[in-house]
């Protein structure tokens, strides 16, 4: 079983930024990708990024350019920078792990519990 644990939401003003963090723990996959993803009140869940083993990492359009995926495999953690912060921003963040290289929430195998980003205008 593996266990993703997220911390870092919080209430910001627009331009602001958070940092949002994920911590791997059980019998994670020796190799594995770890994403985000997104959802907001009454919408489905979207990819926010992804980054490999490896470090290959990829952005949806909206969040490109102000987002930064990064991980520790030493500490079996990834991180979220998130900068320049809008109202549409908001939402439950999700992160998620699996073998599979995917931008697709339906292919991953495990979830953490979420966290609340609120961004303010």
């Known amino acids: 079983q593996v266990q993703l644990v997220e911390s870092g939401g919080g209430l910001v003003q627009a331009g602001g930024s958070l940092r949002?963090?994920?911590a791997a723990s059980g019998r994670t996959p020796s190799t594995y990708?770890?994403?985000w993803f997104r959802?907001?009140?009454g919408k489905e869940r979207e990819f926010v990024a992804f980054i490999s083993r490896g470090g290959s990492t990829y952005y949806s359009d909206p969040v490109k350019d102000r987002f930064t995926i990064s991980r520790d495999n030493a500490k079996s953690t990834v991180y979220l920078q998130m900068n320049s912060l809008k109202p549409e921003d908001t939402a439950i963040?999700?992160?998620a792990l699996d073998v599979?290289?995917?931008t697709k929430a339906k292919d991953y195998d495990y979830w953490g519990q979420g966290t609340q980003v609120s961004v303010s205008s």
Do not use: D
């Open 20 to 22: 949002l963090s994920c």
């Open 33 to 35: 990708g770890m994403g």
């Open 93 to 95: 963040y999700y992160c």
């Open 39 to 41: 959802q907001a009140p």
């Open 100 to 102: 599979v290289v995917s």
